[in-house]
Protein backbone atom coordinates (compact mmCIF):
# COMPACT_ATOMS: atom_id res chain seq x y z
CA UNK A 1 0.00 0.00 0.00
CA UNK A 2 1.36 3.12 -0.97
CA UNK A 3 1.15 5.50 1.41
CA UNK A 4 2.54 9.20 2.14
CA UNK A 5 2.39 10.86 5.61
CA UNK A 6 3.57 14.68 6.21
CA UNK A 7 4.73 16.30 9.10
CA UNK A 8 6.53 19.49 10.19
CA UNK A 9 3.84 22.02 10.05
CA UNK A 10 2.82 24.48 12.90
CA UNK A 11 2.51 28.33 13.70
CA UNK A 12 5.52 30.74 13.34
CA UNK A 13 5.88 34.49 12.94
CA UNK A 14 6.85 35.94 9.77
CA UNK A 15 10.53 35.83 8.85
CA UNK A 16 10.58 32.09 10.89
CA UNK A 17 11.50 28.85 9.42
CA UNK A 18 10.19 25.30 9.72
CA UNK A 19 10.57 21.99 7.88
CA UNK A 20 8.15 19.54 6.91
CA UNK A 21 9.07 16.13 6.13
CA UNK A 22 7.21 13.49 3.67
CA UNK A 23 7.72 9.67 4.51
CA UNK A 24 6.85 7.74 1.37
CA UNK A 25 6.16 3.82 1.64
CA UNK A 26 4.81 0.92 -0.36
CA UNK A 27 6.76 2.11 -3.66
CA UNK A 28 10.36 2.37 -5.30
CA UNK A 29 11.33 5.59 -4.39
CA UNK A 30 13.64 6.36 -6.83
CA UNK A 31 11.33 5.43 -9.78
CA UNK A 32 9.07 8.76 -8.58
CA UNK A 33 9.26 12.16 -8.26
CA UNK A 34 7.90 13.86 -5.31
CA UNK A 35 6.34 17.38 -5.27
CA UNK A 36 4.78 19.81 -2.40
CA UNK A 37 1.73 21.55 -3.06
CA UNK A 38 -0.24 24.03 -1.10
CA UNK A 39 -3.68 24.80 -0.23
CA UNK A 40 -4.89 28.01 1.04
CA UNK A 41 -8.66 28.84 2.03
CA UNK A 42 -10.71 29.72 -0.53
CA UNK A 43 -8.16 29.41 -3.04
CA UNK A 44 -7.17 26.55 -5.81
CA UNK A 45 -4.34 23.64 -4.78
CA UNK A 46 -0.92 25.01 -5.97
CA UNK A 47 2.93 23.05 -6.35
CA UNK A 48 5.37 24.94 -5.07
CA UNK A 49 8.41 22.79 -5.29
CA UNK A 50 9.36 19.24 -6.56
CA UNK A 51 12.32 16.52 -6.58
CA UNK A 52 12.92 13.71 -8.66
CA UNK A 53 13.42 10.55 -6.87
CA UNK A 54 16.12 9.49 -9.05
CA UNK A 55 18.64 12.30 -9.85
CA UNK A 56 17.62 14.72 -7.60
CA UNK A 57 16.73 17.76 -10.21
CA UNK A 58 14.48 19.69 -8.51
CA UNK A 59 11.71 22.84 -9.08
CA UNK A 60 10.81 25.94 -7.47
CA UNK A 61 7.66 28.12 -8.10
CA UNK A 62 9.28 31.82 -8.37
CA UNK A 63 7.12 32.57 -5.30
CA UNK A 64 8.88 30.15 -2.83
CA UNK A 65 12.53 30.24 -4.85
CA UNK A 66 15.33 31.81 -2.80
CA UNK A 67 13.48 30.46 0.48
CA UNK A 68 12.50 26.98 0.36
CA UNK A 69 14.81 23.96 -0.34
CA UNK A 70 13.19 20.70 -1.02
CA UNK A 71 15.94 18.02 -0.36
CA UNK A 72 15.37 14.02 -0.06
CA UNK A 73 16.93 11.04 1.53
CA UNK A 74 16.15 8.22 -0.44
CA UNK A 75 17.65 5.70 2.81
CA UNK A 76 14.83 6.74 4.59
CA UNK A 77 12.20 7.18 1.51
CA UNK A 78 11.60 11.21 2.94
CA UNK A 79 11.68 14.91 1.43
CA UNK A 80 11.95 17.08 3.44
CA UNK A 81 11.00 20.94 2.32
CA UNK A 82 12.87 23.51 4.33
CA UNK A 83 10.99 26.74 4.43
CA UNK A 84 12.78 30.01 5.86
CA UNK A 85 11.89 33.65 5.39
CA UNK A 86 8.23 32.71 5.81
CA UNK A 87 5.63 35.11 4.81
CA UNK A 88 1.68 35.07 6.00
CA UNK A 89 0.91 34.54 2.38
CA UNK A 90 2.52 30.84 3.00
CA UNK A 91 -0.37 30.07 5.29
CA UNK A 92 -1.96 26.97 3.54
CA UNK A 93 -1.97 23.07 4.21
CA UNK A 94 0.52 21.51 2.82
CA UNK A 95 0.66 18.48 0.50
CA UNK A 96 3.36 16.31 -0.68
CA UNK A 97 2.74 13.43 -3.29
CA UNK A 98 4.06 11.00 -5.46
CA UNK A 99 3.96 10.76 -9.49
CA UNK A 100 6.16 8.69 -11.85
CA UNK A 101 7.46 12.37 -13.75
CA UNK A 102 10.90 11.97 -15.57
CA UNK A 103 13.67 14.50 -13.96
CA UNK A 104 13.65 16.39 -17.01
CA UNK A 105 9.81 16.77 -16.32
CA UNK A 106 10.85 17.87 -13.06
CA UNK A 107 13.14 20.80 -13.88
CA UNK A 108 10.55 22.02 -16.35
CA UNK A 109 8.13 23.60 -14.49
CA UNK A 110 5.54 23.92 -11.42
CA UNK A 111 3.97 20.12 -10.20
CA UNK A 112 0.57 20.16 -11.59
CA UNK A 113 -2.19 18.10 -9.40
CA UNK A 114 -2.71 15.57 -12.37
CA UNK A 115 0.55 14.02 -12.74
CA UNK A 116 0.81 13.51 -9.23
CA UNK A 117 -0.97 9.75 -8.07
CA UNK A 118 -0.67 9.67 -4.47
CA UNK A 119 -1.08 11.84 -1.90
CA UNK A 120 -0.18 12.69 2.12
CA UNK A 121 -2.90 13.94 4.15
CA UNK A 122 -1.64 17.70 4.47
CA UNK A 123 -0.02 19.45 7.96
CA UNK A 124 -0.76 22.79 8.74
CA UNK A 125 1.08 25.57 8.12
CA UNK A 126 0.22 28.94 9.57
CA UNK A 127 2.79 31.75 9.30
CA UNK A 128 1.08 35.33 11.95
CA UNK A 129 2.31 38.78 10.90
Known amino acids: EVQLVESGGGLVQAGGSLRLSCAASGFTFDDYAIGWFRQAPGKEREGVSS????????YYTDSVKGRFTISSDNAKNTVYLQMNSLKPEDTAVYYC??????????????????????WGQGTQVTVSS
Open 97 to 118: AAGGIPPLAVVAGPPLIYEYHY
Open 51 to 58: ISGSDGST
